[in-house]
């Protein structure tokens, strides 16, 4: 269940059963209690009618549906053999809280929409989506002109959406996975800017013939300009097809908008060109007498251009700032080499199927992602993970799709294909990304859903003032106070539009995510943007984190004449059959080292202590404190240096041949080569960075001290985990969590922001509202950073945004005109609405020069 | 009954509309310094701009009088 109408339909079909006398549903807690009559219908029946509505019935808690229909009759019959009677029933059965849980089915698709030109659109469209019974959530981005929407399928359809939409007067269409692809992608793209410069450049070529006739009187345009270009026959001659060819839309959009009850761009437009227009036609066409001489098709001609020119310069920058999404898909490759039958064939990288042997030769893409079988190659991955430097693939090792094999054939086993490749999980999460919105989009959404109706009022209170009372003060002439008036409130109403307040967010969120994206971090959603801008505490997870997760020697400390390498020998050649995490630490050691081991002999292991055994002739133990004094061997003066070592977070072990203490050999999980320069830059930022793992608090204090870590959260369990995150944010701090996507899960996602780290190619398992697909840990500042740069943006758009409104709408009311008779045209007016919705589209592609 | 109550809110604001470029009207009249044109001319744009504003008032207005439903 997702949405009040949910409720309300199980509650209503449910309680339109026989038997039942009352049925309450808790959407937050996902549970419907019900009271019924176990003589007139069963919980079986009340299942399937919910089932039926298209949602699914759990018993509550972990019994099976068999346990819950148990409980339910034992419950009921006790009750009837208590004391029959209907009442008695309601009453038992409310007592004892007979409670169904169910998940609603829950579908999501993607619309794509055409023809929307300003946030009262979107508002508009998520408005009607949202009041549409099933609907749980709508989204609609106007820049990437998609609308996804979270419904009940049983409740409503797409094609009902798909009509809803049409009805506001935009087209609207499903989008299929085909639809997602680059080269379709494009041609849309590529159709519509045609349209656009095409109208635009009609618009243009007729206008500027209209401009030059209308200014015929002006000092420069009265040398060059021929008399008859100022007949108003030739202004309406040239004036009429922009109107009615390019101009049409606007008339179209408003009247659809209309008939729905709604009010958009197109109206503030289509009201001052419509005006303009026919004030003209009536000057042209019949003597009007004074003051109605001159016609105002250059208002209504060139009104219509600029607009025109607005929306091709929006769709351009629009195009720029999905430039993100079409570049990662335009990382796929499009055909595959596959071995089929033991022939090597080309077939399309949609044909591969899982399981597939591919061929890849040096130079070539990865066509999907899959397991190294035989070859070995460098790959050059940096178009996935943002790493630059190639990374070595031999047998065994997974490769990812899109990326490029530089150096030497190799042969691989298709694991992932179509839509389950790394690449095809990333496009999804960044395009649901830069669909969604950030919560400071709610300003722009309230302001713009009604706006458009405060502009027109606005717009008639503008008209009333001039009319009644500025053309009494102030002088008008030559204008009559009717033409006046109605120019000032047509500039209003042009220069009112919010079309940059529309484009503020999503534009920027497109821009942040895109660029986070190439970098190789996943920012899910413009809510995890702006959350993350937030934080006051960093949380990281210290195994496999903070530290590799993997012990390796750190110090060997030889006395007694022995020397280090010597010493790292005879340790390793005990150890050599240890399957102890520490014992395998000294031999991977030592093999690194190239030292040449020696087959032990007599290996013991002494669990909790050490090991001894013989190597070469020589009896090596190797072991704690308790076994070196239980084997009577003289430390002289070792102790020190272990507790020292044990002080800095290591695991240090005594080495003791033929008796005699000979060294210290110290194994600890080593920091990750970033993760002290991750903390660095994070207190760089004011954040408090914390430490959170399962080890003693020596050891924990020892490895925070080396990264620079302020607080450390000991010695707690994996479930715990989530927790301690509670904790913290009791404390009134928003947290940000740095771990694995898939063990620390809990904790990830108890966290205001999870990142999850190092997660590799499988992107779509990950909890998390960032993931970082490479493991590096400064990318955990780099999504801070995106994150605050993007909200910036933002801020700074809206402000550009609502400054031009508030700039514009009292200069465009006439303001200026008692003191310096200046009034803003019409056509000034759709200029300047221009050149908002152009700075703030240039403002936040600026962003995509920047380095994060 | 959803379309009466559309038919309804509709009239509604038809009748403010109409109610406004009246009052504009004698006002203006009333004034005597504008001219006949002048006056049916913005008497015209004051209907279409109010018809506008109080269609997307008006019905919205009325449906929370009528307590949502």
């Known amino acids: ?852 | 009954m959803a379309e009466i109550k559309t038919r309804g809110a509709l009239l509604g604001s038809l009748a403010a509309s109409v109610v406004l470029t009246i009052s504009f009207y004698l006002l203006a009249t009333a004034l005597g310094r504008y001219g006949k044109l002048d006056i049916y001319m913005a008497s015209i744009y004051v209907l279409v701009l109010s018809m506008i504003v109080s269609a997307s008032v008006i019905p919205p207005l009325l449906k929370k009088r009528q307590g949502g439903s």
């Open chain 1, 1 to 852: 269940m997702h949405c009040e109408s949910c409720k309300k339909i199980i509650e209503m079909k449910v309680g339109e059963l026989d038997g039942v006398f009352e049925i309450s549903v808790s959407r937050e807690a996902e549970e419907a209690t019900v009271t019924f009559n176990p003589d007139l219908v069963s919980t079986k029946k009340i299942s399937d009618e919910i089932i039926s509505l298209g949602y699914q019935v759990t018993p509550d808690g972990h019994a099976g549906a068999g346990a819950l229909e148990e409980a339910l009759d034992e419950r009921q019959t006790g009750e009837t053999n208590d004391g029959p009677g209907n009442l008695r029933h309601k009453e038992v059965a409310t007592k004892s809280e007979t409670v169904l849980a169910e998940k609603a089915i829950i579908e999501k698709s993607t619309l794509r929409i055409s023809g929307m030109s300003c946030a009262s659109c979107v508002a508009k469209i998520e408005t009607a989506l949202k009041s549409m019974d099933g609907v749980a959530s709508a989204v609609v981005s106007l820049p990437l002109e998609k609308a996804t929407v979270e419904y009940s399928p049983a409740s409503v359809d797409i094609a009902a959406m798909k009509k809803a939409i049409k009805d506001l007067g935009y087209s609207a269409a499903e989008m299929s996975d085909e639809d997602s692809g680059e080269d379709r992608e494009r041609a849309r793209r590529r159709k519509e800017m045609w349209w656009k410069v095409f109208w635009f450049s009609f618009s243009l070529v007729l206008s500027i013939p209209v401009m030059l006739g209308s200014f015929q009187d002006f000092p420069v345009f009265n040398t060059f300009v021929p008399p008859w270009m100022r007949s108003n026959y030739f202004l309406f001659a040239m004036t009429t097809p922009v109107i009615f060819g390019p101009g049409a839309q606007f008339f179209i959009g408003a009247y659809k908008g209309l008939k729905h009850g709604t009010a958009d761009m197109n109206l503030l437009m289509a009201t001052g060109i419509g005006a303009s227009y026919i004030m003209s036609v009536l000057v042209t066409f019949f003597s009007l007498g004074p003051g109605y001489e001159r016609p105002y098709f250059e208002t209504a001609a060139l009104l219509t251009t600029f607009i025109l020119l607005g929306r091709m310069l929006e769709a351009i920058t629009r195009g720029k700032t999905s430039e993100a999404i079409r570049k990662l898909m335009g990382l796929q490759a499009k055909t595959a080499r596959i071995v089929r039958d033991g022939e090597e064939m080309e077939v399309l990288v949609e044909e591969v199927q899982v399981g597939d042997i591919v061929v890849v030769r040096p130079g070539e893409k990865i066509p999907v992602d899959g397991v190294v079988v035989d070859g070995y190659s460098s790959v050059d991955e940096s178009m996935i993970t943002g790493e630059s430097i190639p990374v070595e693939k031999k047998k065994g090792d997974e490769i990812v799709g899109a990326t490029i094999n530089k150096n030497g054939t190799l042969k691989f086993e298709a694991t992932r294909v179509g839509k389950d490749t790394a690449l095809a999980q990333i496009i999804k999460i960044v395009e649901e990304a830069q669909i969604s919105k950030a919560p400071i989009q709610r300003i722009a959404d309230k302001f713009s859903g009604h706006f458009i109706v405060a502009v027109h009022a606005l717009a008639l209170v503008a008209f009333f003032f001039w009319f009644f009372i500025g053309s009494s003060l102030f002088d008008v002439a030559p204008q009559t106070p009717f033409l006046f008036s109605l120019f000032v409130s047509i500039a209003v109403l042009v220069i009112s539009c919010p079309c940059a307040v529309g484009l503020a967010t999503p534009m920027a969120i497109m821009v942040g995510t895109g660029k986070a994206a190439e970098k190789g971090i996943l920012i899910k959603g413009g809510e995890a943007l702006e959350g993350a801008c937030k934080l006051d505490v960093v949380v990281f997870d210290k195994t496999g984190t903070l530290t590799k997760g993997e012990p390796a020697v750190t110090d060997v400390i030889a006395i007694n004449g022995f020397d280090g390498p010597e010493l790292l020998r005879l340790a390793a050649s005990a150890e050599w059959a240890s399957e102890h995490s520490l014992g395998e630490a000294i031999v991977n050691r030592a093999k690194e080292d190239g030292l040449a081991l020696s087959e032990p002999s007599d290996f013991t292991a002494i669990p909790g202590h050490g090991i001894t055994a013989s190597v070469d002739e020589r009896s090596v133990i190797l072991g704690n404190l308790k076994l070196m004094t239980d084997r009577k061997v003289s430390l002289n003066g070792l102790e020190e240096r272990v507790t020292e070592l044990s002080e800095q977070g290591k695991t240090p072990m005594f080495i003791a041949v033929d008796e005699t203490a000979a060294g210290i050999v110290a194994v600890a999980d080593t920091l990750k080569d970033y993760s002290a320069d991750a903390v660095k830059e994070l207190h760089r930022l004011g954040l408090e960075v914390a430490m959170i793992t399962g080890d003693n608090a020596r050891t924990a204090k020892a490895i925070a001290k080396q990264v620079g870590i302020d607080r450390v959260l000991a010695e707690v369990l994996p479930e715990d985990k989530a927790n301690e995150v509670r904790k913290l944010q009791e404390q009134g701090k928003k947290v940000a969590m740095v771990g694995d996507g898939i063990n620390d899960a809990p904790a990830l996602a108890q966290a205001d922001i999870g990142i999850a780290l190092g997660s590799g190619t499988d992107v779509a398992k990950e909890t998390g509202d960032i993931v970082l697909i490479k493991d590096d840990l400064r990318d955990v500042v780099a999504s801070i950073s995106v994150s605050k740069k993007t909200l910036n943006k933002i801020k700074q758009n809206l402000f550009w945004a609502f400054f031009y409104n508030t700039a514009g709408i009292p200069m465009g009311a006439g303001i200026l005109y008692p003191f310096v008779k200046f009034v803003v045209n019409p056509e000034v007016a759709a200029l300047a609405m221009v050149t908002s919705s152009l700075s703030v589209s240039l403002n936040t592609l600026w962003m995509k020069r920047r380095t994060f």
